[in-house]
């Protein structure tokens, strides 16, 4: 059974930092690209960043740009997003997602996690 697992959100301080974890069964993530994504309350699903399968080539939206890391551990079949500088415009649930291309668009991914709420509030 393909899964994809989140962890690491929580509640934060503005300008605090936070990594999240996307854990992977049932397959090898080092075959995939992975995106993260994140959707706010009242808001449509955003993209946050992705990394390539084969050059881990990484990618980030312009808001999150210089804040974020995306990185892969494929020895530990895990993707993670270190967040840091954090926001309260920060706050979502983020999810990752499986796919073939790292890319901002969600339609191209195949496999999704069930997701991990990020609050950062003073």
């Known amino acids: 059974q393909l899964q994809l697992v989140e962890s690491g959100g929580g509640l934060v301080h503005p300008g605090g930092s936070l990594r999240l974890s996307c854990l992977a069964s049932?397959?090898?993530?080092?075959?995939?690209?992975i995106g993260w994504f994140r959707q706010a309350p009242g808001k449509e699903r955003e993209g946050v960043s992705a990394?390539?399968?084969?050059?881990?080539?990484?990618y980030y939206a312009d808001s999150v740009k210089g804040r974020f890391t995306i990185s892969r551990d494929n020895a530990k079949n895990t993707v993670y997003l270190q967040m840091s500088s954090l926001k309260p415009e920060d706050t979502a649930v983020y999810y990752c997602?499986?796919?073939?291309?790292?890319?901002?668009?969600?339609?191209?991914?195949?496999?999704w996690g069930q997701g991990t709420q990020v609050t950062v509030s003073s």
């Open positions: 997602a499986a796919g073939v291309l790292a890319t901002m668009a969600e339609h191209k991914y195949d496999y």
């Open positions: 049932g397959f090898s993530l080092d075959d995939y690209a």
């Open positions: 990394i390539s399968s084969m050059d881990d080539d990484a």
